[in-house]
């Protein structure tokens, strides 16, 4: 059974920053593209960033390029988000995913999320 | 910046058909694919590929896209369909969400 668990979220202070983490298991995670997707309270669901199976090519949304890094452990099945210079507009839940990359793109599971809160 | 534009909300009787539409430029010349998200819940893939459903999907989910609109389409509406539900579709190594429909089972 495929199950991603995500970790780290909390309250951070606009400009902090925060590293979320994504246990991943049921599958071979090397061989797997991974996302992170978040949801602002009652708003809707948006792409934050792709990783390719070796952490080779990597992919954001425009609004977190040069604060945003993902990055991934193959050893330890572990998927990666370094959030920096946090602003209140990034707060949301922050999903992780696994991605089907080629031919007909989609995000074919999904964790519980993880709440990030960033206010003073 | 390319766009998905989804209707806010539509309504549909029990055991009734429900479509829920996603527009975009040319949609139809990318795939399409949806997500149904219940509340308090994380998002569960539920048509892939404009038309094509993931194991465990029921049958009476159903999608089709061409020129500018993709649909999902629910035959025999039930109660436990009553969701918001999200398209999205690929645009230069971006993935683009539509904003979402929250479909009332009334």
């Known amino acids: 059974e495929v199950q991603l668990v995500e970790s780290g979220g909390g309250l951070v202070q606009p400009g902090g920053s925060l590293r979320l983490s994504c246990a991943a298991s049921g599958f071979n995670f090397g061989s797997y593209w991974m996302s992170w997707v978040r949801q602002a309270p009652g708003k809707g669901l948006k792409w934050v960033a792709n990783?390719?199976?070796?952490?080779?090519?990597?992919y954001y949304m425009e609004s977190v390029k040069g604060r945003f890094t993902v990055s991934r452990d193959n050893a330890k099945n572990s998927l990666f988000l370094q959030m920096n210079s946090l602003r209140a507009e990034d707060t949301a839940v922050y999903y992780c995913?696994?991605?089907?990359?080629?031919?007909?793109?989609?995000?074919?599971?999904w964790g519980q999320g993880t709440l990030v809160t960033v206010s003073s | 910046s390319y766009e998905l534009t989804q209707p806010p909300s539509v309504s549909v009787s029990p055991g009734q058909t429900a479509s829920i539409t996603c527009s975009g430029d040319?949609?139809?010349?990318?795939?399409a694919c949806w997500y149904q998200q219940r509340p308090g819940q994380s998002p569960v893939l539920v048509m892939y590929?404009?038309?094509k459903r993931p194991s465990g999907i029921p049958e009476r989910f159903s999608g089709s896209n061409s020129g500018n609109t993709a649909t999902l389409t629910i035959s025999g509406t039930q109660a436990m369909d009553e969701a918001d539900y999200y398209c999205?579709?690929?645009?230069?190594?971006?993935?683009?969400f539509g904003g979402g429909t929250r479909l009332t089972v009334l």
């Open positions: 590929q404009d038309n």
């Open positions: 040319k949609l139809g010349d990318k795939y």
């Open positions: 990783i390719k199976e070796d952490g080779s090519q990597k």
């Open positions: 995913a696994r991605l089907y990359f080629y031919g007909s793109a989609r995000f074919e599971y």
């Open positions: 999205q579709a690929w645009d230069s190594n971006n993935v683009i």
